[in-house]
C-alpha cells in the first residue's frame, strides 16, 4: 500500500540470457527499460515480460589477425521478423569483440539475404592488432541494458604462411591431392589457384601446419599462385 501521488520504482533482475521485452501498467505498454516509475494514484496492475537472449557459438570460432572472415553468430535473438536492411540491423543491434583492452565493433556481413534473424546474426571479423582470444557482446542499440555475450567467443591468429606444396604440379582437370604446409593455416576459410576458388568439399584436412584439398579444375595450362 502506497500513500495517493506516491512514485515508485519497479526494477527487473532476470536471470542469466533472459532481458526485458516490457512492461504493462493496466494492460498499457510502458517500453522495455530495466526499472520503471509507476505515480500511485490508484490500483495498478504491473506486467512484465521477458525474452530470452543469448549467444552460444561463432563460426567460424577462429581466424586471421588480417580480419575479414564472414561469421555466423548462432543464439537466441529477439527480433520479430529477419532483418536485411542495413538501417534495420544497427538500429537493432551492436556488436562488439574485446580482449579486455582492445574494444572494436564487428560489422555486419551486408552480403547476406537476412543479416539478423531469431537464431542467426552474420557478421564480419574487423582486423585485430595481435593474437588474442576475444569476447563477443551484443547490444541493444536503443537501451544499452539489453545486452548478450558469449567469452570467449572467437580466437585470432596470425597471417597464415606457406612455406611448401607438394606435388607443385596437376592437370588442369584438377582433382590432384595437394599437401600444403605452413604455420597458422587453421585460420583460412577459403582459398584458391589462380584466382579458382578450392570448393569446400575439397578440403580433405586441416591444422595450424597442414593442408591437404582436392584442386579445382583450371581453364588452361599454366603457373598460379596459391592464395
Same mark, same amino acid.
Given at each position: 500500500?502506497?500513500?495517493?501521488?506516491?512514485?515508485?520504482?519497479?526494477?527487473?533482475?532476470?536471470?542469466?540470457?533472459?532481458?526485458?521485452?516490457?512492461?504493462?501498467?493496466?494492460?498499457?505498454?510502458?517500453?522495455?527499460?530495466?526499472?520503471?516509475?509507476?505515480?500511485?494514484?490508484?490500483?495498478?496492475?504491473?506486467?512484465?515480460?521477458?525474452?530470452?537472449? =543469448?549467444? !552460444?557459438?561463432? #563460426? %567460424?570460432?577462429? &581466424?586471421? /589477425?588480417? +580480419? $575479414?572472415?564472414?561469421?555466423? @553468430?548462432? *543464439?537466441?535473438?529477439?527480433?520479430?521478423?529477419?532483418?536485411?536492411?542495413?538501417?534495420?540491423?544497427?538500429?537493432?543491434?551492436?556488436?562488439?569483440?574485446?580482449?579486455?583492452?582492445?574494444?572494436?565493433?564487428?560489422?555486419?556481413?551486408?552480403?547476406?539475404?537476412?543479416?539478423?534473424?531469431?537464431?542467426?546474426?552474420?557478421?564480419?571479423?574487423?582486423?585485430?592488432?595481435?593474437?588474442?582470444?576475444?569476447?563477443?557482446?551484443?547490444?541493444?542499440?536503443?537501451?544499452?541494458?539489453?545486452?548478450?555475450?558469449?567469452?570467449?567467443?572467437?580466437?585470432?591468429?596470425?597471417?597464415? =604462411?606457406? !612455406?611448401?606444396? #607438394? %606435388?607443385?604440379? &596437376?592437370? /588442369?582437370? +584438377? $582433382?590432384?591431392?595437394?599437401? @600444403?604446409? *605452413?604455420?597458422?593455416?587453421?585460420?583460412?576459410?577459403?582459398?584458391?589457384?589462380?584466382?579458382?576458388?578450392?570448393?569446400?568439399?575439397?578440403?580433405?584436412?586441416?591444422?595450424?601446419?597442414?593442408?591437404?584439398?582436392?584442386?579445382?579444375?583450371?581453364?588452361?595450362?599454366?603457373?598460379?599462385?596459391?592464395?
Amino acid at each position: 500500500t502506497h500513500n495517493d501521488g506516491t512514485a515508485v520504482t519497479v526494477t527487473a533482475q532476470p536471470n542469466d540470457n533472459w532481458v526485458v521485452d516490457r512492461w504493462e501498467v493496466n494492460g498499457v505498454s510502458q517500453g522495455y527499460a530495466k526499472s520503471i516509475d509507476i505515480t500511485m494514484d490508484a490500483d495498478k496492475i504491473v506486467t512484465l515480460y521477458l525474452v530470452e537472449f =543469448r549467444v !552460444d557459438q561463432v #563460426d %567460424p570460432p577462429i &581466424g586471421s /589477425v588480417v +580480419g $575479414g572472415n564472414a561469421l555466423k @553468430i548462432m *543464439g537466441v535473438f529477439p527480433v520479430t521478423q529477419p532483418l536485411a536492411v542495413i538501417d534495420e540491423v544497427y538500429a537493432a543491434y551492436t556488436l562488439y569483440f574485446t580482449d579486455g583492452e582492445t574494444t572494436q565493433k564487428v560489422p555486419y556481413d551486408l552480403s547476406a539475404p537476412e543479416i539478423i534473424t531469431a537464431d542467426s546474426i552474420y557478421a564480419i571479423a574487423p582486423a585485430w592488432p595481435d593474437a588474442s582470444l576475444v569476447d563477443l557482446f551484443i547490444v541493444d542499440s536503443v537501451q544499452g541494458e539489453r545486452r548478450a555475450s558469449l567469452a570467449p567467443a572467437y580466437q585470432y591468429v596470425g597471417v597464415p =604462411r606457406i !612455406d611448401s606444396i #607438394d %606435388p607443385d604440379n &596437376g592437370p /588442369v582437370s +584438377g $582433382g590432384t591431392p595437394v599437401t @600444403i604446409e *605452413g604455420f597458422n593455416l587453421s585460420s583460412v576459410n577459403a582459398g584458391d589457384f589462380g584466382g579458382v576458388p578450392v570448393p569446400p568439399e575439397n578440403v580433405l584436412e586441416l591444422t595450424n601446419t597442414v593442408l591437404r584439398l582436392l584442386t579445382p579444375p583450371y581453364p588452361t595450362a599454366e603457373t598460379v599462385d596459391v592464395t
